[in-house]
């Protein structure tokens, strides 16, 4: 028995090493006028229902039950996970299960959509037997159906900028915010609820409901990367309204703010394979704390070798709570 799972994990480690990116064509999203009016297909519909308006669900409120902050999924994986590069679910189904260094496991779908509810979501697992569960990877799946098994297409998650020369810097992030973010999130950064107030309309950057200093945009190459072809929201990749300093700098400003702290110390039991923006230690390095969380990201990858920056999953735990060297914010 023990042999058969190290085989497994062998060959779930030579996936992930062999994971191909397709480069040629730009991932779109299958046409929802397809799913099949079979019970997989209304279990696929409901998964997308689920991501789309998690809130009336599952939030505070939820009319299944409480599990999340009252974000809704799609807050951060815009259109339900199917927008390109909007943090869509492209190469989900393709790539899981898949050894993360994050964990330092093989992780399944479940897992991951989980590690989103806990980490992004501040909230608490689901069982992996209930309905839920089983609709959202279900949609999951078919959201990835027509990429093949080991491929991650162009425009999957979210796009990788190139790194600054100089550190992000979150006071030049202030005035980006307030020109072109503050009519949507608000000056207090709080956001803004849908017409029922089911769910928000426009997340939370920062404060007790929003992301967690455990998810994936917490790490700045990931927000920054995520607001330059999306924000605004009525800009795309190939009409962009920012620069990529301007991105890198507002996401400084952005994760600059009060959020909630959540760790898991059993996260990175490899601490050489933390990401060059993981803004928390130990590290295997001498940066700091502050050029992990602010950059400049050149020299630590430099330090490391070039596939460095490839290393580690795309979201990360908070392994400290300390925020002393955070930049003055304003109510603190």
């Known amino acids: 028995m023990r042999r058969v799972c190290w085989l497994s994990l062998l060959t779930v480690m030579a996936c992930c090493c062999n994971l191909q990116e397709k ?10 006028a397809r799913i099949p009016g079979t019970d997989e297909g209304r279990l696929i519909r409901y998964g997308r229902d689920l991501i789309a308006n998690t809130a009336y669900y599952l939030g505070p409120k939820g009319a299944v039950g409480a599990y999340t902050n009252g974000m809704n ?22 790539t899981y299960p898949k050894y993360r260094d994050r964990s330092g496991s093989v992780e399944d779908i479940s897992r991951r959509i ?32 027509e990429v093949p098994k080991g ?6 998650g979210i796009r990788e900028l190139p790194y600054l020369n100089r550190a992000a810097n979150p006071e030049k992030g202030r005035m980006v915010y307030q020109q072109n973010c503050m009519r949507c999130h608000g000056a ?15 997340p939370p950057l920062w404060g007790d409901h929003s992301f967690t200093s455990a998810a994936g945009l917490f790490r700045l190459s990931r927000l920054a990367g995520y607001v330059k072809d999306n924000m605004p929201l009525d800009r795309t990749q190939d009409k962009p309204l920012l620069t990529d300093e301007e991105a890198w700098d507002v996401a400084a400003f952005i994760n600059s703010g009060p959020r909630p702290e959540k760790a898991f110390p059993a996260d990175w039991p490899n601490i050489a394979r933390k990401p060059v923006d993981h803004p928390f230690g130990p590290y295997a390095d001498t940066f700091t704390v502050r050029q992990h969380k602010f950059g400049p990201f050149g020299p630590i990858q430099q330090a490391h070798g070039e596939g460095y920056r490839h290393h580690a999953a795309t979201r990360f735990a908070a392994t400290s709570s300390d925020s002393s060297w955070l930049p ?5």
């Not at 999924?73 to 393709?94: D, K």
């Not at 980490?119 to 799946?141: F, T």
């Open 23 to 32: 480069k040629d064509v730009v991932w779109q999203a299958p046409d929802t």
């Open 73 to 94: 999924c799609q807050n951060c994986h815009l259109e339900a996970g199917t927008r390109c590069w909007g943090n869509n679910y492209s190469a989900v189904f393709s």
């Open 114 to 145: 989980n590690d989103c509810f806990q980490r992004s979501l501040n909230g608490r697992p689901l069982d992996s037997n209930s309905r839920e569960m089983k609709a959202i990877a279900a949609y999951l799946k078919w959201v990835g159906h």
């Open 151 to 156: 491929v991650k297409p162009t425009g999957a």
């Open 188 to 202: 207090s950064g709080a956001g803004s609820f849908n017409a029922d107030s089911s769910g928000y309309l426009y």
């Open 328 to 332: 003055g914010w304003p109510g603190n």
